[in-house]
């Protein structure tokens, strides 16, 4: 198949573009399209081949489910059982945004879409694009990140294209993303809401809402052995070809580690990347440094790190040393997307 690549401008997107890939969306197709997250590879939510046709393109694991994407907040009653009050409360905080919530699903949504399980997964962006596309598709479009899976999340369309070239009808490129980082999913189907993922809308913003919400065990102790509720947190994800390691420690301790690190690699004629930023970007002596921006600036760092990722595959970079970002709100969120890029290495340099 070829894929065709349209350019859209956020403010005022071509609406006969927008007709065009609503219309390729409701005959089966599959679009990828910008949100405010990241890039989503987007089908048909209610239709079972759409669904099963976005997982051969991403090579994702079936088991892995969809979250299906609205344009409105009334397009959820005719999908789900029931509609909790914290999901009102919530949808009035913070939609459109970057919130996912899990509801209870009903016969509408095909089981193709959730990946077999009977909650499925909502969530209604702020993006233009994506909300035009949305109501031009019918109201439900499943979309996971536009990213083959294991890879990192697109934060640009020409990272879909490096993906997905072929093997979908179009791709829209609506620019950078603006959050970078995947939706936050909270669970309301049982008695108490749960995190299932950490993202742009933390713990803290939640529980002024909500009061107290809990976050998933396995997102804080992701070897302790437990399966995740979220199955796709179970896969490792976000991962650059290069092996990625992050180190904690004083400044000072890290920075002289990496140089060291990377010395030994240029001997060992393996090139070498660092993510660090703009305060320490000057004291790194590895091939390839990257700064995500200033350390305070955490939505900068959340927003560049999977075009960072990237980056460091096309330039060939063999060895990947990191900078640790937990503090901050954000740090949650972000540490949990590095440390599985990382597949859980982290070296520890504190003093004692
Ligand atoms: P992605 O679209 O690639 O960000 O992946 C969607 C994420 O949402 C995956 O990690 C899924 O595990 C999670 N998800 C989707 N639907 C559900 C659901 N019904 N219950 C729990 N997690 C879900
Ligand atoms: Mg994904």
């Not at 350019?7 to 006969?16: R, W």
């Amino acid at each position: 198949m070829t894929t065709e690549y349209v350019v859209l401008n956020e403010e005022t997107p071509d609406p006969a573009v927008i007709e065009r890939a609503g219309q390729i969306i409701k005959n089966g197709g599959l679009v990828a399209f910008p949100t405010e997250t990241v890039y989503g590879l987007g089908g048909d939510a209610l239709n079972p081949a759409s669904s099963k046709k976005i997982y051969a393109a991403k090579g994702r694991p079936s088991d892995n489910p969809l979250i299906v994407h609205v344009c409105r907040f009334e397009d959820i009653g005719p999908i789900v059982r029931e509609i909790p009050p914290q999901a009102v409360q919530l949808a009035e905080a913070f939609w459109p945004g970057p919130l996912t919530m899990i509801f209870h699903k009903n016969d509408r949504v095909p089981a193709e879409t959730t990946g077999g399980l009977d909650t499925v997964a909502i969530r209604f962006p702020s993006n233009t694009i994506a909300q035009a596309l949305i109501k031009a598709s019918g109201g439900y479009i499943a979309a996971p990140s536009a990213n083959r899976s294991g890879r990192p999340s697109p934060t640009l369309a020409r990272y879909c294209m490096e993906d997905l070239d072929g093997r979908v009808e179009m791709v829209i490129d609506g620019g950078q993303v603006g959050i970078g980082l995947e939706s936050t999913i909270i669970d309301l189907t049982e008695e108490e809401p749960v995190i299932l993922r950490p993202g742009f809308i933390t713990q803290k913003k939640l529980a002024q809402v909500l009061g107290n919400v809990d976050v998933d065990r396995t997102i804080i102790t992701p070897d302790s052995g437990i399966a995740p509720k979220a199955p796709g947190m179970k896969y490792r994800h976000y991962a650059p070809k290069g092996e990625l390691v992050i180190l904690e420690g004083s400044r000072g301790n890290v920075v002289a580690e990496i140089n060291k690190a990377a010395a030994k690699d240029r001997e060992n004629g393996i090139r070498s990347g660092v993510i660090c930023t703009d305060e320490t970007r000057d004291m790194y002596s590895a091939d390839c440094v990257k700064s995500a921006g200033a350390r305070g600036d955490e939505e900068s760092i959340a927003r560049e790190l999977f075009r960072i990722l990237r980056e460091f595959d096309d330039e060939n970079v063999g060895h990947i040393y990191s900078e640790s970002f937990r503090e901050g709100d954000l740090g949650q969120a972000i540490m949990n997307r590095l440390m599985k890029a990382a597949g859980h290495k982290v070296i520890d340099l504190s003093d004692e």
